[in-house]
Every structure is written in C-alpha cells, then in structure tokens.
C-alpha cells in the first residue's frame, strides 16, 4: 500500500510502517500512533465538515477514547487518508477486549530533513541566485544606458562588495531571529561537559570545541558545541537555551564582557553594515534612473 499524507492546520499526518505519525508545525515533535492502538478514523461534524479524527482504543473500564482531530482544507484528501488508514487496522473482533491505545502513543522529536548528497539547490538557494542575478543584470543594463563608462565600472566593482554585505546582513538577521525566538519560547537547561572533539582548521592549526550534553523535553540527548559561563564544576556544567520547535536552535549564557562585546558588534557593525546593504542598490539605482531622465 502506497504511503498516505494528509496536510492539515498546523499538523501533517503520514501513515506508514504500520503507524500515523503526526508532526506539529512549530513544536519540532512528532507523535507516533501504531495501527494497533486505532479504533477507527471517522469523520467530525454533519458529512464531515469539520474534517476527521483518529480515534483511540479504549481499555476495559470503558474510558472515554483519546482522540485527534484533523481538519485539512480538502474533504476529498480527509476521506481518503479515513480510508487508507482503516482499511489498514488490523482485523478485530467486536467483542475482543482492547487495551488502551494511548498508552502505545509514542512523543518523539521530529527527524532532521536530511539534504541528499548531490542533490540540487534548495528553493531558497534557487531564489537567491534568481534574485541577486536579476538585480546585476538590472543594474547593468541601466549603466550601459548611461553611456558613462565610470558608472558601469562602479557598478560591476562594488557589485561583489555588496553581496559581501549581504551575507553579513543574513547573518545578523539569522542571529536577530534566534535571539528572539529563544527569548520568546525558548527552555534553559544545564548541559554537562561530555568531551573536546579536535579537528585541523583552514590554516592546519589543531582547533578544539568542547562538548555539552542535556536532555531536551522529549528525552532526547542533544549536544551543545562551544563554551559559556560555567555555573558549577567537576563536571564542567552550563546554561544553555534551546528551542522546543527547532531543537538544533540553541545558545549558551556568556558573561557579562562577552554579553557585552557581542552587542557592541550587533549594534556597531552587523546594523550599519544591513543598513547600508539595504540602502546601496536603492540609492544608486535610483541615481543611475534620475541620470537617464
């Protein structure tokens, strides 16, 4: 049988090597639902309107079934993951007893997307290429309109330079997006030194990166590269703050220099410099338009 996916608000829904797993948009968790803990999946609400759910099986007392909702935009894609998924539930008895299935309900962390080695651009990569490409060519074409040699070479010159300034604004606005998001709903935890892995840097040096372990909510072991503010000894221990969602998202507590040193170089260089990245292919383009008029 062919694997099911149902795409549904904030949850997709995937049947496959006899289970449903559920992945929750934004909690980087996934919940892993075998056949045999299914009842049924039924429809919610008059002809199905209010999509389907996943119905439990309930233990000997008679307790009310664990339910989970799905309501995706297409009721023809509803009915048919209903039916993939029942035609799957092994064959049982009316009578036969049921144990209760939440109890086979299994929270694990959401599997990395991993990029096959060989494979093409990503769609962001695609589009960067398409854009900052199409910005050159726009950019030339409108110099070689001015028949000013001095404007072309300036354009071409700085062109490379500008693309250097927006690598550095990607990565301020990289770190401005995980400071945010970590201060909004991000979990401290103390991670304990594991090890210092060593490796041979561009240069041939020998570099080295310690290693920190924690367990995140999900009972997973994660390791934090790098260092941080010790807050106790024997073993080594640090605060370390990580995302729910996007559990490779974290960060560790510095001192207050350090603290210190980081936002003078946010505030002093990685701001101007996205300002003025920003602000160049605006200014000179709309200097090189006025010129042609």
Do not use: H
């Not at 029942?86 to 990395?112: I, Y």
């Not at 920190?212 to 072991?221: M, Q």
């Not at 603290?259 to 200097?287: D, E, H, N």
Request: glycine residues 10%; contains cysteine; proline residues 6%.
């Amino acid at each position: 049988m062919t694997d099911q996916v149902l795409r549904s608000r904030r949850t997709t829904a995937r049947l496959e090597q006899g289970a449903v797993l559920l992945d929750r948009f934004g909690t980087g968790l996934r919940v892993r639902i075998p056949l045999t803990a299914i009842e049924t999946v039924r429809a919610r609400g008059p002809e199905g309107r209010r999509g389907i759910e996943i119905v439990l099986t309930s233990g000997p007392d008679g307790s009310v079934p664990v339910t989970y909702p799905l309501r995706p935009s297409s009721a023809a894609a509803a009915t048919a993951f209903a039916a993939a998924v029942n035609s799957a539930l092994p064959v049982r008895d009316a009578a036969e007893p049921r144990r209760d299935g939440s109890a086979a309900v299994s929270v694990l962390p959401t599997p990395p997307r991993v990029r096959r080695p060989g494979a093409g651009w990503t769609a962001g990569e695609r589009a960067a290429w398409w854009f900052y490409g199409g910005l050159f060519v726009l950019g030339l074409g409108l110099t070689i309109a001015t028949g000013d040699r001095e404007v072309i070479v300036i354009w071409t010159a700085f062109y490379t330079v500008f693309l250097v300034g927006c690598s550095i604004t990607t990565a301020v606005c990289r770190s401005t997006k995980d400071w945010w998001l970590l201060r909004r709903r991000g979990i401290t935890v103390v991670a304990t030194y594991e090890r210092t892995d060593y490796g041979t840097g561009s240069d041939g040096e020998t570099t080295s990166t310690k290693v920190y372990t924690f367990t995140d909510i999900a009972g997973v072991e994660r390791e934090y590269l790098g260092g941080g503010k010790l807050v106790a000894t024997d073993p080594e221990r640090i605060e370390v703050t990580y995302d729910p969602g996007a559990p490779e998202r974290m960060s560790s507590r510095s001192g207050p220099v350090v603290r210190l040193l980081l936002f003078l170089a946010y505030v002093l260089l990685g701001l101007p410099i996205s300002l003025l990245t920003a602000a160049y292919p605006v200014i000179y383009l709309s200097f090189v338009v006025a010129a042609l008029m």
